[in-house]
């Protein structure tokens, strides 16, 4: 079972939509029978084996072990991974393109930005696998608090100063090129006000 998969064919992304099989899928974390995992979610055993072998046939349900137990074979299936990630790969024609609207300011453009993060690094994953090998990747992840907004201000331009002067220093004319994406935004809460657009 992998940690994280990503989903980036529309038909599959469209049967782990649903719910009932998404309901699946998160049960499916540990393996079962269609017969035990149909009294685990109150649905007919039948009725599970439709939506198992439709998540099968997307490789989103994995065969674990057959059984023989009289005169039948049963089934033991599980998830193929513990979390799914939908790639915006999924949606192609639809997908957002940071290129379109390249505003540095604008939580559009950053979501566009994210979504390539996602398509990208799935395409990495999902290659990466296939070749049975590893994969080179980098994050990091940190939160801080502006004390107003002109300290916002003040380290966005020290942030990317200091980006730029990296970038300059390390980049060369050959070699395996990579890709760095830097994002600022409001942390989300539960007590928080809903977050809003900033002007500059």
């Known amino acids: 079972m992998q940690d994280v998969a990503v989903i980036e064919d529309a038909a599959a992304a469209l049967v782990s939509l649903d719910p009932i099989r998404a309901r699946m899928l ?94 990208e690094t799935g395409s990495l994953i999902n290659g990466a696998a296939r070749a049975d090998k590893p994969l080179a990747t980098f994050g990091l992840d940190a939160e801080l608090r502006f004390a107003k907004p002109a300290d916002r201000a003040a380290f966005l331009g020290e942030l990317t100063d200091a980006v730029a002067e990296l970038v300059s220093r390390y980049h060369a004319e050959t070699g395996r090129p990579h890709r760095i994406v830097v994002a600022v935004h409001p942390t989300i809460t539960e007590d928080a006000d809903p977050p809003v657009e900033e002007e500059p």
Request: aromatic content about 4%; overall charge positive; proline content about 5%.
């Open 26 to 119: 998160a049960e499916l974390a540990e393996p079962h029978t269609a017969t035990s995992l149909a009294a685990r979610l109150g649905l007919a055993r039948q009725k599970v084996n439709y939506h198992v072998r439709s998540l099968e046939q997307h490789g989103l349900v994995e065969l674990v072990e057959e059984r023989r137990k009289g005169n039948m074979t049963e089934r033991v299936v599980r998830a193929s991974a513990a979390a799914y990630v939908i790639s915006p790969a999924a949606l192609a024609a639809v997908a957002p393109d940071p290129a379109r609207s390249p505003d540095g300011l604008s939580a559009r453009w950053l979501l566009a930005l994210a979504a390539r993060l996602v398509r």
